[in-house]
Every structure is written in structure tokens, then in C-alpha cells.
């Protein structure tokens, strides 16, 4: 497992998480799902906000950003923009001049931390001196920690998930993320089988805490609680006592918990 330190960001405590409320989609595209796991963010961003839709141009950006701007549109009245960065780039933030609300869209999860990773206590001071409501969809939650999981499907060579999820890494890495949030996240954890890499991370003490959301599925972190809406489960690791023993709960739609210390 690599590690890379997590930097603290202004606004977040020690191990990452603010005073804003944060969307995170753990991905998926069933379209009855649309408002349940987008509507909340979009309340949250007023009427017929500006919405800044931030991806990773691998080079089909335009039509990625098409299928977001349908999704969007099909909740609330909106108007999405495109912010691509191409593969390599860096974000600048002065792009979210005169817009409502921001959705880091999913993708190459590495990429998306290396695009912010020069800007990240910039992006998260404008953030909350704007009000601006975050959403992060599969990558873009992955990179709302403050210790972002971006990928790997082996720890110290032993695989721990598929190879296919690994994001063109091999060994486990988490990297200094938003620090949106005080716990590690992976996403499309029923669908892709990631969940036993975020317990590796939360059992080798590269995350304090960690949780893995189903697709489909929202995860509204507002203040020091977080609640699960949409169609599928997140999933809680938490480590106990000096050996790091690893608890384990799914929370269902409509349940909430508490963010840890």
C-alpha cells in the first residue's frame, strides 16, 4: 500500500470534514435513481442554479459531459457547464466564476486527484467562502476526503479486489484529497466488490475510518451527521482497539449515522 500524507486543508479538522453539507454518489446510471441521488444537491444549490460539471477529458469529454447534463436536467430546472480538464492538466478555480454549485463528475480517480491536487485548500476555502454545495459522483467522492483511496487492487501484494477496479494502479493508494469529509470513501461497492479495499486501508491505518457506497446511492454528510437516500447501501469501517480490529455496518436508505470524531 502506498501512502501519500494527507495535507490539512482550511475549514477541515485533522483527519479531514467541514462545516458544509456534501454530496457523494457512489456512481450509476439508473435513471429512476436520477432524483434521488442529484435532487438534494440541486435544493441545495437554489432555483435553476449554474451548475460547474468538473471532468477529466480523456478525449470523449464532451459526450460524458452530455450524459451528466441530461441526468441534471431531468431533476430541476439547471443549466450544467463543462469544465474539462484534459488528461494531465490542472483545475483552476477562477472556472467557477459565477457558478452555483459544483459536481466532480467520475472517471480516472488517480487523474481527478492529480487535476486538483496543486488547488486543494484553494478549491475548498472557495467552496465554503461561496456557499457553494460539492457533489462528487464515483471519483469526485473519492476525492472529497481529506485521505482520497484513488485506486489499487493489491496490498503488499496481495489482491484485496479486482483488477479491473484497480484504476491503473496495483498497490492500494491514498493520496491528500478535499478533506470534505473526515472519512476515506470508495464507491460502486456492491457492483465493483470495492468494499474490502477501503477495510484494507481502514485496517493498515491509511484511513481512520472508511465507506464504500453502492451505485445509485447518495451519502448527504451535513454537520456531524450523514444520511443514506437512494437505491442501494453505504458501508462503514471503523477500526477498534490497539490491534485495529474492523467494524463493519451497512447503513439502508433512509438511515443516517454519526460522523466519527
Known amino acids: 500500500m502506498r501512502l501519500h500524507t494527507a495535507q490539512r486543508v482550511p475549514g477541515t479538522d485533522g483527519d479531514g470534514g467541514s462545516d458544509m453539507t456534501t454530496y457523494l454518489i457512489g456512481g450509476g446510471w439508473n435513471s429512476e435513481a436520477a432524483g434521488l441521488v ?34 441534471l436536467r431531468k431533476v430541476a430546472p439547471c443549466k450544467p457547464v463543462p469544465v474539462l480538464v484534459p488528461l494531465g492538466g490542472s483545475f483552476d478555480p477562477a472556472s467557477l466564476d459565477g457558478v452555483g454549485a459544483l459536481l466532480v463528475c467520475g472517471g480516472l480517480t488517480p487523474a481527478y486527484q ?38 489499487g487492487w493489491l496490498s503488499q501484494g496481495t489482491p484485496v479486489c479486482a483488477e479491473e477496479t484497480g484504476e491503473d494502479l496495483e498497490e492500494i493508494e491514498v493520496r491528500p484529497g478535499l478533506g470534505l469529509v473526515p472519512f476515506t470513501v470508495d464507491v460502486h461497492a456492491a457492483q465493483w466488490g470495492t468494499l474490502p479495499r477501503v477495510i484494507e486501508a481502514v485496517a493498515l491505518g491509511a484511513a481512520s475510518c472508511g465507506v464504500a457506497i453502492d451505485e445509485d446511492t447518495l451519502l448527504t454528510v451535513d454537520g456531524d451527521r450523514a444520511r443514506v437516500s437512494g437505491l442501494g447501501r453505504v458501508h462503514v469501517v471503523r477500526a477498534e482497539g490497539a490491534h485495529r480490529d474492523v467494524a463493519l455496518r451497512a447503513y439502508r436508505p433512509g438511515e443516517e449515522f454519526a460522523l466519527p470524531a
Not at 47 to 62: H, K, M, Q, R
Not at 117 to 131: F, K, M, N, Q, Y
Open 38 to 71: 442529484y435532487g438534494p444537491f440541486l435544493a441545495a444549490a437554489g432555483p435553476e442554479p449554474v451548475v460547474a460539471c468538473l471532468l477529466i477529458d480523456e478525449g470523449d469529454g464532451a459526450e460524458q459531459f452530455a450524459r451528466y447534463e441530461g441526468a
Open 114 to 151: 492529480e487535476a486538483l491536487a496543486p488547488v486543494l485548500a484553494e478549491l475548498t476555502s472557495l467552496l465554503a467562502d461561496r456557499g457553494m454545495p460539492y457533489a462528487g459522483f464515483s471519483a469526485g467522492a473519492a476525492v472529497a476526503a481529506g485521505a482520497a483511496l484513488v485506486g
